[in-house]
């Protein structure tokens, strides 16, 4: 059974797999909300991830992330973002546009742009 075909899934729990990398399958699930992918070992993550506009909580902590694409900042809903514990992980200032709050973890640094 293919990813693709689960259009509809709005949580996806992929933590404690050893993944090295997200399918980009993944990237094609746009009803999906809450996406876990923490405790594995992603260096990367697929640019695609921003086509994942309705996603209101992204785990990524306790990875080997070494960066982080910009297209992480058209995830406007996003609330809930936890990035801690990927020690290697540098990146330039994202926008993130959010009404409202959001809450993430993190040892970077990032632009935080509320629009009202």
Known sequence: MKIKSFKNLTFLSLQFNKLKEIPKEICSLHNLLDL?????KLETICPEIGNLKKLLTLYLHCNRLVTLPPSISRLKYLEDFTIEKNDKLSFPPLKIQKKGKL?????GKFLIEKKL
């Open 36 to 40: 876990h992918l923490n405790n594995n």
């Open 103 to 107: 809450n993430f973890k993190n040892r």
